[in-house]
């Protein structure tokens, strides 16, 4: 578990920054430092060139807990401010709001250091170029690590005494950078086979597979949506295959058991961000609104493909989460929720996780009352005790608590079955059920009265994307009109906060202003590529959910807009960011599916999803080209993309158009509608021929005005590349199709 340094309350502040006049929640947690910050911009640039001084590039987030940490021990120290005011300029960035700036120097971390992270540590000439870098330093030197203080002298004196040695060296890592960042096609590079790049992928997440507890990892442990969603897909196109059924239980075992852990908030609903043990118990404790929109949708696919009402109980407590603790009045979705707190109101030093763990003795104060009907005499706290493994002394390792911040605490985890706990106290198993619920609804009115987590309350496109998806889809998926409604109600949003209407364009983020107004950067900030992938993304969901053609309307607008932005005509596939900024030493595209897909990954999918729904066959090409951009990565290591992989079987594949001719309020309608989002189907888009002639599908589609009700009634069609097949009225018979 990251732990560390202590944040402290102070009222008053002696020293105040540039970075006072920033709307980012991680910029405003540093206005008050000694150190004499500026944000990402002009200004600083060109202090540092007039006056010939080297930049030191501090990059984190607000929920960040070792940013934290050395804000409290480096960035609070007077002595250290001095230093760094003395010798550098000083910039600090919030990476969720500028991903561009933070992939361009990560890259450069991760390719000089072993490994990367935040906060950031890095070091530049006045011109940008970087030279050294790092994530967390320790305020003094240690056994094992030179302290932030001796890094600052050495590299000013080196600039005082080597600044020519220090300019070559990093223009050559920058010659380095460039070639190692370079990806585009090469000669007559064509998309990869789509058996080979399955097969490889799943072989390749079979290998790294914990069988016992799930994941891909020993620890730390990531939830890692993308690997569940390919083993979904892979399962669909290999049902009868000894594979099929293994990729179905590696992804179904991992969700399940991530449910059952400590990085499922059992209190108070939704992911932590990571675990940091084995058996995803101990979470660093931070809840991200990337995770909680793609982990929505995991669980809403596991209880399509299961029939498991576990699986839809848990997509709903993760959207319970979000609409009560992420959601803006005006619609948006906020960013994140930190891992460190109070732990009372009266406490002058945040604890991580202090919110969420219990000790033993709490919860025996707050479940008294004896058990009836049990096999011995037994208080409801021992039977919740026992069920969530609550121990005397604590249920965290010292190992996974190196600074005793949770020493005598319990996180929560399922320890036994349900019908284990009920046989253990001679209960019945709806008896216990009920128990358990009314006994964390008491919990978390208890921790209703602790002092809450910091809220990150900027609004990002992207991520606002992610959810809406998992909004949609789940309410698709459940049969909850609620949650469709939720997702529309984002999407306005984000058409009405991050979207101008003039230049056609998607902003990055907005913020939470005062009383219930919704508030934007003196100088918005334009949208990145990943915000518009992750919106139209969300789009085509939301129509699927909704069928209101508004929404296809709009995506098809971004897509192009994404084009002329981001495409790169030469080497083919998107650029991360915009040109022109000169500020960028590169343009980046993103190869890695993580924790978050990357966005030409997703964007494969969007331009055939593009082209199904308006007929346009340049955006297959474009498809096709990306592919052909990442086709050694995908031969080579697919497990590091799963996403693209998917997206290559749909390219290959063709993907099947189940268009639904009918009345959208007839309950015939309805009915074929709900099966087709009763059966998990990849490498399809569902259309509705509500017989609109002047809407935007008949416009764009014409075969649509082909295609009838056979006598009188709702009627299906399989259609692939705009031929289809024989009519279908009931919803057995659809069923059938959209199995075969």
């Not at 990367?116 to 890095?122: E, H």
């Not at 590299?155 to 950078?177: F, G, H, P, T």
């Not at 003039?502 to 005062?514: D, E, I």
Request: charged share 25%; proline share 4%; with cysteine.
């Amino acid at each position: 578990m990251a732990a560390g340094g202590k944040s402290s309350r102070s009222s008053i502040h002696r020293y105040t920054n540039r970075l006072i006049n920033e709307k980012s929640p991680y910029l405003l947690q540093h206005a008050h430092n000694p150190v004499d910050w500026y944000p990402w911009g002009q200004e600083a640039f060109d202090k540092a060139k007039k006056e010939n001084k080297l930049i030191f590039l501090s990059v984190g987030y607000s929920t960040c807990h070792w940013c934290h940490v050395m804000e409290q021990e480096s960035f609070k120290n007077k002595e250290i401010g001095k230093i760094l005011n003395d010798n550098f300029v000083c910039i600090k960035v919030d990476r969720e709001e500028r991903p561009d700036v933070d992939k361009v120097y990560m890259t450069f971390v991760q390719a000089t250091s072993s490994g990367g992270g935040w906060p950031m540590s890095v070091w530049l000439t006045p011109d940008l170029k970087p030279f050294i870098g790092g994530t967390y330093f320790p305020p003094e030197d240690g056994i094992y690590q030179v302290g932030f203080r001796t890094v600052l002298l050495r590299i000013a004196d080196q600039w005082k005494r080597n600044k020519s040695a220090l300019l070559e060296n990093s223009q050559s890592i920058m010659s380095a950078l460039l070639a190692r960042a370079e990806i585009g096609i090469k000669g007559e590079d064509s998309p990869p086979p789509f058996p080979e790049v399955m097969a490889r992928c799943f072989q390749q997440l079979s290998e790294s597979y914990e069988e016992e507890y799930g994941g891909f990892s020993e620890f730390p442990k990531f939830p890692m949506p993308v690997n569940l969603n390919f083993l979904f897909t892979y399962w669909a196109l290999h049902r009868a295959s000894p594979d099929g059924a293994r990729a179905l239980q590696m992804a179904l075992h991992t969700l399940k058991m991530m449910a059952y852990g400590g990085i499922h908030d059992h209190i108070g609903q939704g992911f932590h961000r990571y675990s940091t043990d084995q058996r995803w118990h101990v979470p660093h404790f931070e809840k991200m609104l990337y995770d909680q929109g793609q982990l929505a949708v995991a669980y809403a696919r596991a209880f399509q493909i299961s029939g498991d009402d576990f699986f839809a109980d848990v997509a709903a407590d993760v959207l319970l989460y979000v609409s009560r603790d992420l959601s803006d009045r005006a619609g948006g979705f906020y960013s994140a929720e930190d891992a460190d707190s109070y732990p009372t109101a009266k406490s002058k030093e945040k604890r991580e996780g202090a919110f969420c763990v219990w000790t033993a003795e709490e919860i025996r104060h707050l479940l008294p009352e004896p058990v009836e009907g049990a096999s011995e005499r037994k208080t409801v706290a021992d039977v919740f005790m026992h069920h969530y493994g609550v121990k005397e002394g604590g249920n965290v390792s010292p190992v996974k608590d190196p600074h005793k911040e949770l020493r005598g605490q319990n996180v929560l985890i399922v320890q036994y079955s349900l019908e284990l706990t009920a046989a253990r106290f001679g209960l019945g198993l709806e008896q216990l059920k009920t128990m358990l619920a009314k006994s964390r609804e008491r919990l978390c009115e208890a921790r209703g009265h602790r002092p809450r987590p910091h809220l990150d309350t900027k609004m990002l496109a992207s991520w606002n994307g992610l959810m809406i998806s998992g909004f949609a889809q789940s309410g698709a998926i459940l049969g909850k009109e609620e949650y469709v409604s939720r997702a529309g109600r984002a999407a306005d949003f984000l058409r009405g906060h991050l979207f101008d209407v003039s230049s056609g364009k998607l902003l990055r983020s907005c913020y939470q202003g005062k009383g219930s107004s919704v508030e934007q950067s003196a100088v918005p900030i334009q949208g990145f590529l990943e915000d518009y992938v992750f919106v139209i993304q969300a789009l085509f969901d939301l129509y699927e959910a909704s069928l209101n053609q508004g929404w296809l309307e709009w995506a098809v607008q971004l897509q192009r807009k994404q084009d002329e932005l981001f495409w790169d005509s030469k080497g083919f596939a998107y650029f991360s960011s915009e040109a022109g900024d000169s500020s960028l030493l590169l343009r980046l595209k993103d190869d890695l599916d993580g924790v978050e897909p990357s966005a030409n990954s997703v964007a494969v999918a969007n331009l055939l999803r593009a082209a199904c729904y308006s007929g346009n066959m340049e955006w297959v090409k474009k498809a096709e080209q990306i592919l052909a951009a990442f086709s050694e990565r995908l031969l080579k290591i697919p497990g590091a993309l799963p996403e693209m992989a998917r997206a290559t079987a749909a390219f290959h594949r063709t993907l099947k158009q189940v268009v639904v001719c009918g009345a959208p309020e007839g309950e015939d309608t309805k009915d074929l509608l709900r099966c087709v989002h009763s059966v998990f189907t990849p490498n399809k888009v569902l259309m509705l021929a509500d017989g609109d002639s002047a809407g935007f599908l008949y416009h764009h589609l014409p075969f649509l005005s082909s295609l009838e009700r056979k006598d009188g009634k709702a009627t299906a069609y399989l259609c692939e590349n705009f031929a289809c097949s024989l009519p279908v009225t009931s919803s057995q018979e659809l069923r059938r199709l959209l199995l075969l």
